[in-house]
């Protein structure tokens, strides 16, 4: 609870979404939209604070997680991207299904409870020659969840299968898919998605992707791709999208912003926004959202320090170990360029901030507290 001589001392026209947001009223567009235009960073921090710690106490969760990236050849050219190469290059690659069981085997007895599969879209591979992989990987190591594939690659996959949506995510389940990475949703506003990702599956086909899934019982994250040139009514627009998605499955577990990273891509120019706007993301997020129970900062691309500092913004979840498994953010310039956390170092950097560290399987059930 807030104290009222705080919530009196708000700035007049910032005092009465503070009151609905401490009550649990939803806030509106225009309200998120005001949220993101005041400098009461302080503020948005308490408010924020207030709303993680109704849903999620001082918990602040984490998981044993790899990744495996099986190619970073793709047939769209995001001018964000700095992972994608084409197919030739030296740097380019397709990882064989044999290469990927290795990666899979190389943490036979670790801990590790989750596998995360994502990657460009290559043009030769289906969701047959994906589902086998996955099955595979079942078959090989049953305890571990698998969460594959953003919205973007499965469209692909399904649609050069010649199926359904729902019969595409049908078969994938069937195949081992459990549940489905927030990436490719950028920004949804369709003006800017046009600047940044002119070629990509639009914003509609994301969000039905996500709809489709949850129908069947695949539950997904969802994320926004922020600090390039969108502006904070597109920022709304875009937690709006999600929010009246979430109100009719319920299927998001988490909503993970991914600052826009600079190096190595063909917007470089755009810069990164400071932490403060990082900040002033999280908590918005946080207080517009609030129909999902996870809000993440991913360390690999946010960085640490600013990740601890971000648990104070509404952030309940820091994401995985890792293990040195993912090059999305380390080719965009992220700080850490072999991105590795051990539980003590993760427990260290929560605790730090004054939460509690608490392990989580991917579904946010408590593996250990
Ligand atoms: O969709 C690519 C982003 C995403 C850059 O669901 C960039 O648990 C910033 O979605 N600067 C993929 N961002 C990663 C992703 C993700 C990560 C961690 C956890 C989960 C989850 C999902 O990475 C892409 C795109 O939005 N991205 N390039 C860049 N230069």
Redesign the pocket.
């Known amino acids: 609870m807030i104290p009222e001589a705080i919530l009196n001392s708000v700035p007049e026209d910032l005092r009465e979404i503070s009151q609905k947001i401490v009550k649990g009223e939803r806030i509106t567009t225009e309200e998120g939209i005001l949220l993101f235009k005041s400098n009461e960073i302080a503020l948005l921090g308490v408010l924020a604070s207030s709303v993680r710690n109704r849903i999620n106490g001082k918990k602040t969760f984490f998981n044993r997680n790899f990744h495996i990236e099986p190619t970073n050849i793709c047939i769209h050219n995001?001018k964000?991207?700095?992972?994608r190469k084409p197919a030739g290059s030296p740097d380019s690659w397709d990882h064989t299904p044999e290469k990927i069981m290795e990666i899979v085997r190389s943490f036979d007895n670790k801990p590790v409870t989750e596998v995360?599969i994502?990657g460009g879209v290559h043009p030769e591979h289906d969701l047959h020659y994906y589902g086998n992989i996955l099955k595979q990987i079942k078959e090989y190591r049953p305890d571990l969840h698998i969460?594959a594939f953003?919205a973007?690659e499965l469209d692909y996959m399904i649609h050069k299968a010649g199926v359904s949506i729902p019969e595409g995510l049908r078969l994938l389940k069937e195949y081992g898919l459990q549940s489905?990475?927030?990436?490719?949703?950028?920004i949804f506003d369709e003006e800017i998605r046009k600047e940044i990702c002119d070629d990509k599956s639009t914003s509609k086909l994301w969000l039905r992707i996500h709809e489709e899934a949850h129908k069947a019982g695949i539950p997904?994250?969802?994320?926004i791709?922020y600090g390039h040139i969108e502006t904070y009514e597109h920022r709304i627009d875009h937690l709006n999208r999600l929010r009246d998605l979430q109100d009719r499955t319920g299927g998001f577990n988490?909503f993970?912003p991914?600052?826009?990273?600079?190096?190595n891509?063909t917007?470089s120019e755009t810069g990164e926004v400071s932490i403060i706007e990082d900040m002033k993301n999280y908590a918005v997020s946080r207080l517009f959202l609030d129909n999902i129970p996870h809000l993440?900062a991913?360390w690999?691309?946010l960085g640490k320090e600013s990740t601890q500092l971000s648990l104070s913004f509404g952030v309940d979840d820091v994401?995985g170990t890792i293990d040195d498994t993912?090059k999305?953010?380390s080719?965009?310039?992220a700080e850490d360029q072999r991105p590795v956390m051990g539980i003590a170092e993760i427990s260290k950097l929560i605790c730090g901030a004054g939460m509690i560290p608490v392990e989580r399987d991917t579904l946010y059930n408590t593996v250990k507290e």
Not at 80 to 83: E, G, H, M, P, Q
Not at 180 to 186: C, L, Q, Y
Not at 258 to 263: G, P, T, V
């Open positions: 995001c964000f991207c700095s992972y995360h994502v969460k953003t973007i489905i990475p927030g990436g490719g949703a950028e997904s994250n969802a994320t791709l988490a993970i991914l600052k826009f990273r600079m190096e891509n917007m993440k991913y690999p691309a994401d993912t999305i953010y080719m965009a310039g």
